[in-house]
């Protein structure tokens, strides 16, 4: 009877205990999750007034808002130099070309292409080309200086690349947003025809 009494009583201790065990368990996961929640709760959205991002723009647009005009040049000779010229000189004429221009078989044409920049605030970047370049060598003397063979008719051949072309400045003396671009054809054993009106310009 005694053996009995005492085997009931360690059924109710280990029973307590484990009892304890759970409840300890279970008080230990709400404290962790109170904790947790509490800590979070810092990061709760709130709609305040007056606050947010802000995005601010300080670049500066390039021009687009050019123009150009095309010039034919020839060579100054000893013969036809005038007050002022030097032998090898390029003369432009005073009015603009426009339409065709014959190149003859093993000659050089000259050309001066004006393009002025309208914008007052802004500068720009351009590229010069035509659409149809005949078999030719193409120069520019101004304001690269760069020679490149032609050996067929190529479509939207490019004359010059990303030139800079300042603001307009009516204080400037050396043109207001003015870019000069000098530039000839040599043409070998056959006649080359340039077509003025194809040039066109592109913004870098």
């Known amino acids: 009877m005694k053996k009995k009494s005492q085997k009931d009583k360690r059924k ?9 065990i759970m409840i300890s368990t279970i008080a230990v996961l709400v404290l962790l999750i109170n904790l ?14 007056g606050t947010g991002l802000q995005y601010t723009f300080d670049g ?3 021009s687009e808002n050019c123009s150009f005009k095309t010039y034919k040049g020839t060579k100054v000779t000893d013969g ?6 030097y032998l090898g000189q390029i003369r432009y004429d005073a009015n603009e070309t426009t339409g065709n221009v014959s190149v003859a078989a093993n000659s050089v044409q000259y050309f001066k292409t004006e ?12 590229s010069l080309f035509i659409k149809s ?3 030719c060598t193409v120069a520019v003397t101004y304001p690269a200086n760069s020679v ?3 050996s067929s008719t190529t479509s939207d051949y490019y004359i010059i690349r990303n030139a800079y072309v300042k603001r307009k400045d009516t204080a400037d003396v050396n043109g207001p947003g003015l870019l000069v671009v000098e ?3 040599k043409t070998g054993s056959s006649i080359a025809t340039i077509n003025l009106n194809n040039l066109y310009l592109t913004y870098n």
């Open 12 to 20: 109710v201790f280990l029973a307590s205990r484990r009892g304890v």
């Open 36 to 49: 947790i929640t509490a800590s979070y709760s810092w990061f709760t959205p709130q709609n305040v007034n």
């Open 60 to 62: 500066k647009p390039r």
């Open 80 to 85: 036809d130099r005038q007050e002022g010229e």
């Open 115 to 126: 393009i002025v920049n309208a914008d007052t605030q802004n500068a720009s970047d351009v």
């Open 133 to 135: 370049m005949p078999a």
């Open 148 to 150: 490149r063979i032609v």
């Open 183 to 185: 530039w000839f054809v």
